[in-house]
């Protein structure tokens, strides 16, 4: 029962490019390829999100009101519903000034029962470690 | 010369900035630019607000990233779009987006 372990690292702000959305639409995607896959395979993600990155995470974003495009933000609690496992990390938030209170931490509204994880660079790299395929965006 | 600069990137790869040097400047913060205006990295607010110019932050572009005026330095005014057509019809001859 062989499992591909896949890692997105996201180190990039938001909305000036695509980049730190497709790292979250390919991760949610990935977890429907089992058509693809043989039975009992699995496909796992991680998402972390460093340096200027962790600004992808704050809450009360609007991009719908303004933009008309779905926020960051959602594309995180969407993960949290699929149980990908989200990090960030605590050093870069700790260096932008910014607080738990201030980053998407849950999707309770969704029923999601993961949480994001705010954990030390030294846990992202471990993951990082453990990974079939990372792909940095 | 009076110019006014869009700022649509939070790191800077070049120090273009730096060098203008007109009469008058006037730097308008959007897109990712807007982080300027409101992140305080390593405690400290960014060094693009300390050059001797107006400085102005598209409402719209703070909003949509979770930030409001609140978060905002004081040196920074917020603007909505129309704001910044007056800026460019009225206070600036010229405009330049680096």
């Not at chain 1, 896959?37 to 009101?65: E, H, P, R, S, Y």
């Amino acid at each position: 029962m062989p499992t591909t372990k896949l890692g997105f690292i996201v180190q990039r702000a938001g909305y000036k490019s695509e980049n730190p959305k497709l790292a979250l639409t390919h991760a949610i995607a990935s977890q429907s390829v089992e058509v693809y896959l043989n039975d009992g395979d699995i496909v796992t993600a991680d998402i972390a999100f460093i340096g200027d990155g962790v600004l992808n995470c704050k809450k009360d974003q609007k991009a719908m009101d303004i933009y008309k495009l779905t926020s960051t933000e959602t594309h995180i609690k969407m993960s949290l519903l699929l149980d990908l496992n989200v990090m960030v990390c605590k050093e870069d938030l700790d260096r932008l000034g910014m607080t738990e209170n201030d980053i998407v931490l849950d999707a309770e509204e969704f029923g999601a029962e993961l949480t994001v994880k705010v954990v030390p660079f030294a846990e992202i790299t471990k993951m990082m470690e453990g990974m079939n395929h990372l792909l940095f965006f | 010369m009076k110019l006014a600069v869009f700022v649509s990137d939070y790191r800077l790869t070049v120090d273009t900035l730096d060098r203008l040097n007109p009469e008058k400047l006037g730097i308008i913060l959007v897109q990712n630019g807007v982080y300027h205006a409101t992140t305080k990295e390593n405690g400290k607010p960014s060094s693009l607000l300390n050059k001797s110019a107006s400085y102005y932050a598209l409402l719209d572009d703070l909003e949509t990233r979770g930030l409001g005026n609140a978060d905002v330095a004081d040196n920074v005014k917020v603007i909505s779009y129309s704001d910044i057509v007056d800026l460019i019809f009225n206070e600036y001859d010229k405009t330049a987006w680096l």
